[in-house]
C-alpha cells in the first residue's frame, strides 16, 4: 500500500509562485513514475506533469515554461514549481504515482492518488 501526501497549495496572486510536494510512503518500491494532475468541478482531471525514476518528464503543452516537475527519490517527494500562476491555473492538484515507469502514463494505470491540495489564484 502507498500512501501519497499533497503538500503546498494555497491562495496566491496572478504572477506568484507555489511549491508543491507529494511525499511518498508505504509500499516506496512498487513506485515509479509519479504525477501531477489537476481537476477544477465540472470537468475531467487533466495532465499537469510526469516524471520517471530517472528523472525523464513530460508536461502538458499549454503549461510549459511555467510548471516544472522533479522528484528526490532519497526523500521519495515529488515537486512541482509553478511560476507566473494565472486564476486559470486554479484547481485541486493531485499527486498520483504508477509501478509503470515511462514518461507519459496513461491516467488509468495511476494506482495511487493523494487527496489533493486547493491552488486558488486570484487575478
Known amino acids: 500500500q502507498v500512501q501519497l501526501v499533497e503538500s503546498g497549495g494555497g491562495l496566491v496572486q496572478a504572477g506568484g509562485s507555489l511549491r508543491l510536494s507529494c511525499a511518498a510512503s508505504?509500499?516506496?518500491?512498487?513506485?515509479?513514475?509519479m504525477g501531477w494532475y489537476r481537476q477544477v468541478p465540472g470537468k475531467q482531471r487533466e495532465l499537469v506533469a510526469t516524471?520517471?525514476?530517472?528523472?525523464?518528464?513530460n508536461s502538458a503543452e499549454s503549461l510549459k515554461g511555467r510548471f516544472t516537475i522533479s522528484r528526490d527519490n532519497a526523500k521519495n517527494t515529488v515537486y512541482l514549481q509553478m511560476n507566473n500562476l494565472k486564476p486559470e491555473d486554479t484547481a485541486v492538484y493531485y499527486c498520483?504515482?504508477?509501478?509503470?515507469?515511462?514518461?507519459?502514463?496513461?491516467?488509468?494505470?495511476?494506482?495511487?492518488w493523494g487527496q489533493g491540495t486547493q491552488v486558488t489564484v486570484s487575478s
Open positions: 498520483a504515482s504508477t509501478p509503470s515507469d515511462v514518461v507519459s502514463p496513461a491516467i488509468w494505470e495511476y494506482d495511487n
Open positions: 508505504g509500499s516506496i518500491s512498487s513506485i515509479k513514475s
Open positions: 516524471i520517471t525514476t530517472y528523472g525523464t518528464t
